[in-house]
């Protein structure tokens, strides 16, 4: 076995280029992988913190929907035998960012409720209920803290962006009155009064949805990165499907000496097994190690991005899992193991001495066309009917799934179509050849091309959405932020300071006062705005669809606009008669219209400043637009800024905070751009083995006609031209089926994702860019074996037609 | 037709020099046909390449049809083959994504001078009729060498040059291709060198001439 | 969060009369409002909570019989600690953090219930008229202290029963100032012995009759065990003949060990002086895995008094958070009776 092996490994001594392709091949393929599975594995542990912080533990919360639970009736409770306990929450909102307050009681807390971990003996435990009292929250969470702010301490097992205290310092800091909800233990007497008979109805189970639809909401983004991932692994294997294809090819007559030789066909196969797994482990560490990198780096940004989408909030570090290790390997042997199955059942069947026939790829093609053919018009009929009759978001998915892998098999079936038209058409002899071997040669290239295929359409369609969606966005943007200068007072007494200071400035045209309140509808957040009568509404802010004078029904103050997210999910159109939760009870309101909130990971409603205040009048009165001449911004900025003490972070100009929103959405698409260019690239080397694999096994078929002189020259310039036309046609085909991703991303899988849908603008420039891309990468990628060709030495060329093959 | 004179070629090989052939001193004249015959490694498939254009020599003069073939590069030697030469090898070398009828014409279309009637004649003769639309992976062997010899006659060249043009085949096959490839040159008076190591065959040609050690006996 | 891990300490800090010593807290109450000889107690205003002190505890125990004879004991006990001196928050703000225990034992069975609070809201408390103590849906209530209804739960247990006072409250000590240490350390601390019981106890869900007698247990301070002192001894018996006695013994880490006791006759208390009673065990009982004595000869020379005590049932552990030995036992030898013993600091 040791002489097998080290006759089956000389090969590569000779071919360290073949060599390195396979190594690399196995290590994108298993690289861009294990990041995205890097990536969400961080993500998804981050979301399991979260959820055993904040409701994932299983347990009950009972509560109010849409309001606090009265003391009274929690200490109620808790005397008619009643195992509860209270949580006080609330967002503070501070100049450097939103801080999410949970307030337990861990006298009455369930053991069950693991909300924070304390080492048994610290000084922090006593700490905890002290009337200082001492607050726990994740390393990356407190530069958030506002300037004065309790001790705090870190502790990694807490979600991003929440600070864990005593209920009672949580009163303080929130200003509460009540308690948000009650944590029902597990273990409860049977013999009790229901609490919803106890309370009258006040108090009753909480939907959890609130809670835990992190894990589910952001599962659209996860099944995203790993669908490009998985994307990129296939696209991967193809490399080395087709790199140890050429080496089969190229160590056919050692195989059949070694066959000669006495060695057996199981032994044969078992070396070539041991050979590839040497290979296969180096690779995969090597993947694994790049694809660490590549999570590491995309980390922060994918934090970024979910934060942004969803609010959800996920640690900015990378922890190296072993399971991550163990799965990663796993599938890098595995997908190798696939992709060497061809070659292998080849060797172990390989006739010792084999027929000089030509290889009969004819009838072989025509067969596997027909099988390719009747699978993907399957997948594709199937995609049509799902998309028909399936919803959710697994349907969504499935849907691009199918139409993705239908229009891959269908790819060859449809090139060979088009070769051959052309060839029939073709009277020119070396048209007619070049048309009718490119038919042949659909045979190797196929598997690139059809990866050529998914990375273009995906392309198209990822960066159709990105793009429209940056359209969309910097528009509705530009109308939304309508005011000159936005200013948020520290509080209410300060925010009725600047009102009037401003009412009395004549720079200033109008103050639009920006006041919300948090609740919630049938369980989901949803902010409540109040606004006044002022054209600026009715100028500016973008309606999706409404009545026809949306803001003076508003005005009228029985009317409520929705936002897109509030209206999907509720299923909610203009008429219809949404019955808006208030203290003491719920207000029917007519829907006005439903306008975009692009990005908003919560509902949002607006209503006439007076119906907002009326219910909610202590709602935090800190936050204003002005308008006014822009040439008066930068002054009153400095004014105001002076005469109130402000911080910097207390006025934005329109310029500033549209710069913001900017950067916020490019961070947000840069992990899908980033993903995306790795997947086309990972194309592109798969491409160029496909290429240079059959250039090598392609010697035969051009030595007759360099015999019958033409020469090698021409013979690699019409190479080279085959190479471009099958990506040119490609990149053609990959263009309507891009459009497809883009429709099915946009329309389909973003509102089920996300609840908003986008227009679609098409942007021919990027698919000629794309197109200039694909022909690039394939004229790079076939411009070696050309190249090669060119210097193939005649002796080379004339040992074809000595040689036995 | 073609001549020779003090043709050497050697080869690098492991570091070592071989000489293959070593002044080789050769005539054929228009219509004539010869036979190259000799052991293994005697150099007759090498001469041939070279007559052929399709490797360089070292030293002496090679001209066919009156060309120099040592004063052209490989575009003007390619030229030549295709518009000059007919070549047969031992393996057919066909090119399996054309149909016979396409690989029979494919040199003369290339070349520019190909004749339907003589094509169609051709593939009659040869008896392909029926098959014409059918790929070379569906023929029997003696079918495809017939296709390539078709495919070398098709051009009406100077000079057929066969390598071992029955090698593949069995004997009676070889005998059938044979006589369907001498009887076409009689007819067409093109001049026929052929490398075998058959005597049986070599001696249906006008000509033998036998190799050794890189010389002519 | 750890709640256990937390309250650990919590009780630690706040409870070292259950018997753990803690270093540097519990040798002094400073800020706490300090137990003192000169300050009577005065009812009914003492029944109440002395938030200003650091811990303060409301104790029943008492003997059961069922109607078919079987002997059983039951526990009821509300703690209150401050968190801090002078706690003058309301609300959720107040630093007050309530505890209550609940036993049950027979034979063969022992019932254990706990409940936290915190103080504030309302969860828990004590009001002086009409009297009532709570902690969740447990309740010591009535009219006044002579007249109360007592009812806890627990896993698998619960118990509804009627105290009736027959005798006058009993101050410990001079006159309700009891002395726990050589070096000072001292608690208020009043009882009342006097308690017969009628009512229902409830095991896995099968009510059954039980008629008894009780004794209440009112103390508190804000230090109570010196350093070196570790746990003790305490026992409460109702003799056959009409007298009860409160015998305690305080463990130090060097002996002798300090000990009290109280001999009450016809609704008169005598104090006994430290070292005048002989506490002996004969033989201890592997309880969870610690060697606990559950059998005593208890000598009080001067009263006659020579008497073995035993556990009804050995394993009366209350594994609550911070557990401790707690249950029946019957005497035999110079006088019979019933009664209850407390353990406390056996590692």
Partial sequence: ?805 | MLKARAVTKSFETGGRRITVLDGIDFDLAAGESAALTGESGSGKSTFLHLIAGLDGFDGGEISVNGKDLSRMDDTMRSRLRRETLGVVFQQFNLIPSLSVADNLGFQARIAGHYDEDWGRDLLIRLGLAEMADRFPEQLSGGQQQRVAIGRALATRPALLLADEPTGNLDEATGDTVMDLLLGLVAETGTSVLMVTHSQRLAAKLDRVVTLKGGKIL | ?347
């Fill in chain 3, 1 to 347: 969060m750890n709640v256990r891990a937390l309250l650990c300490i919590l009780c630690l800090a706040g409870l070292p009369v259950l018997g753990q010593s803690f270093a540097g807290l519990g040798d002094n109450g400073d800020g706490y409002a300090q137990v003192t000889a000169d300050s009577p107690l005065v009812f009914p205003a003492d029944h109440g909570a002395h938030p200003d002190f650091r811990i303060e505890w409301w104790y029943v125990t008492a003997n059961l019989e069922t109607e078919d004879g079987t002997q059983m004991g039951l526990q009821w006990t509300l703690f209150r600690q401050a968190g801090q001196p002078n706690d003058t928050g309301t609300g959720w703000q107040s630093r007050q953090i309530w505890m209550g225990h609940a036993g049950l034992t027979t034979p063969n069975r022992h019932f254990v219930g706990e409940i936290f609070a915190r103080g504030g809201i309302g969860q828990a408390g004590v009001r002086i008229a009409p009297f009532e103590a709570w902690i969740d849906d447990w309740r010591m209530a009535g009219p006044d202290f002579d007249d109360l209804l007592l009812s806890a739960n627990g896993p698998g247990f619960s118990y509804d029963v009627k105290l009736s006072a027959y005798g006058p409250l009993i101050r410990h000590g001079q006159d309700g100032f009891a002395v726990k240490s050589e070096t000072g350390q001292a608690s208020y601390y009043y009882s009342q012995p006097h308690y017969s019981l009628s009512g229902s106890v409830t095991i896995d869900g099968k009510p059954q009759q039980v008629t008894g007698t009780a004794w209440l247990d009112r103390e508190w301070s804000s230090q109570q065990l010196s350093g070196d002192q570790t746990g003790w001894d305490w026992f409460s018996l109702h003799l056959d003949s009409g007298e009860k006695v409160m015998l305690a013994r305080i463990r130090s880490l060097k002996e002798p060990h300090f000990s009290a006791g109280t001999w009450i006759e016809n609704g008169q208390a005598t104090q006994i002086a430290n070292g005048a009673i002989v506490f002996s065990p004969l033989e201890t009982s592997d309880v969870g895995g610690r060697d606990i004595p559950t059998s005593w000869r208890l000598k009080l020379p001067e009263r006659g008094l020579d008497v073995e005590v035993r556990a009804l049932n050995p394993q009366s552990f209350m594994t609550t958070l911070f557990p401790y030995w707690e249950g029946p036992v019957s005497i035999s030898g110079s006088h019979t009776g019933v009664g209850y013993l407390e353990m406390t600091g056996y590692e």
């Fill in chain 1, 1 to 805: 076995m040791r002489t097998l092996l080290k006759a089956l490994i000389s090969h590569w001594r000779q071919k360290p280029f073949q060599l390195l392709t396979l190594v690399i091949g196995l290590a994108v393929a298993t690289a861009l992988w294990s990041g995205v599975q890097a990536l969400n594995a961080e993500a998804r542990a981050s979301y399991d913190q979260a959820a055993s912080v904040l409701g994932g533990d299983g347990l009950t919360r009972l509560g109010a929907e849409g309001r606090d639970v009265a003391l009274e009736d929690y200490v109620m409770l808790r005397l008619s035998g009643w195992k509860v306990s209270p949580v006080i929450e609330g967002r503070l909102r501070g100049p450097r960012g939103s801080l999410r307050i949970i307030g337990i009681d861990p006298i009455t807390l369930p053991v069950e409720a693991d909300m924070l971990r304390l080492p048994a003996g610290s000084e922090d435990i006593g700490a905890f209920l002290s009337p200082e009292g001492r607050v726990f929250l994740h390393p990356t969470t407190v530069d958030r803290l506002p300037e004065t702010f309790p001790q705090h301490r870190i502790d990694d097992s807490l979600p991003p962006g929440v600070a864990i205290m005593d209920i009672s310092l949580a009163e303080r800091l929130l200003e509460a009155d009540a308690v948000s909800y009650l944590i029902f233990a597990p273990d409860q007497r049977q013999d009790l009064t229901p609490v919803e008979v106890l309370t009258d109805g006040r108090v009753g189970k909480l939907a959890q949805e609130t809670q835990g639809d992190l894990a589910r909401l952001t599962d659209s983004f996860h099944l995203n990165l790993t669908a490009f991932g998985f994307l990129s692994f296939v696209v991967g294997l193809f490399i080395v499907h087709s790199t140890i294809g050429l080496a089969f090819e190229q160590r056919r007559a050692m195989f059949r000496t070694l066959r000669a030789c006495g060695t057996s066909s199981r032994m044969l196969v078992a070396g070539l097994v041991m050979e590839l797994s040497l290979i296969v482990s180096i690779s995969a560490v090597a993947g694994m190690v790049m694809g660490y990198v590549i999570a590491a780096t995309l980390l922060p940004d994918v934090a970024l991005s979910l934060r942004g989408l969803y609010g959800a909030e996920i640690s900015g570090e990378l922890s190296l899992r072993p399971s991550w290790w163990a799965l990663g390997l796993g599938m890098s042997f595995a997908g190798a193991l696939v992709a060497s199955v061809q070659s292998l059942w080849r060797a172990a069947n390989l006739p010792v001495l084999a027929p000089a026939l030509p290889e009969a790829w004819h009838a072989a093609q025509q067969a596997s066309l027909r099988r390719q053919s009747a699978l993907a018009s399957g997948l594709l009929i199937g995609a049509g009917l799902l998309l028909i009759f399936g919803s959710g978001l697994a349907a969504s998915f499935a849907v691009m799934g199918g139409v993705l892998m239908g229009a891959a098999l269908m790819l060859p079936v449809v090139l060979n179509k088009v070769l051959s038209l052309a060839a029939s058409r073709a009277r020119a002899p070396l048209a007619r050849w070049f048309w009718a071997d490119g038919r042949q040669q659909l045979r190797g290239l196929s598997l690139a091309l059809m990866a050529l295929l998914l990375a273009l359409s995906v392309n198209i369609g990822v960066g159709t959405m990105v793009d429209s969606f940056r359209k969309t966005f910097l528009g509705w943007l530009d109308q939304r932020l309508a005011a000159e200068l936005y200013v948020t007072a520290s509080d209410d007494a300060q925010g009725a300071d600047i009102a009037r200071w401003l009412t009395a400035d004549e720079r200033v045209d109008a103050i639009l006062p920006i006041w919300g309140e948090d609740l919630a509808y049938q369980g989901w957040p949803f902010t409540l705005y109040g606004v006044v009568d002022h054209p600026t509404y009715a100028d500016n802010w973008p309606i999706l669809e409404g009545l026809t004078t949306p803001w003076e029904k508003i005005a009228g103050g029985d009317h409520i606009l929705v936002s897109e997210q509030l209206a999907r999910r509720f299923e909610l159109t203009t008429g219809d008669t949404l019955s808006l939760p208030v203290p003491n009870g719920a207000v029917p309101l007519i829907v006005a219209g439903v306008y975009p909130d692009y990005g908003n990971p919560v509902g949002a409603a607006i209503v006439s400043q007076a119906r907002l205040l009326r219910h909610f009048p202590d709602v935090a009165k800190q936050r204003f637009g002005l308008r006014m001449a822009p040439e008066d911004v930068a002054g009153l900025q400095a004014e105001l800024t002076q005469q109130f003490a402000l911080s910097d972070s207390q006025t934005i100009d329109q310029a500033g905070i549209k710069g913001f929103s900017r950067q916020v959405f490019e961070k947000t698409f840069a992990v899908t751009i980033a993903l995306n260019a790795l997947t086309l690239t990972v194309a592109g080397i798969a491409l160029l083995t496909s290429l240079l694999t059959l250039a090598t096994m392609r010697l035969p078929q051009l030595a007759p006609l360099w015999a019958m002189g033409i020469t090698r020259a021409t013979l690699g310039r019409i190479e080279l031209i085959r190479a471009l036309m099958l990506a040119f046609l490609t990149a053609i085909l990959a263009l309507p089926l891009g459009l497809a991703v883009a429709w099915i991303l946009m329309q389909v899988i973003n509102v089920e994702a996300f609840g908003w849908k986008l227009p679609i603008f098409l942007f021919p420039g990027q698919w000629i860019a794309l197109l200039a891309m694909a022909l690039g990468t394939a004229a790079l990628a076939a411009l070696w074996p050309v190249i090669k060709l060119r210097r193939t030495p005649a002796g080379r060329l004339l040992r074809i037609f000595a040689d036995e093959r």
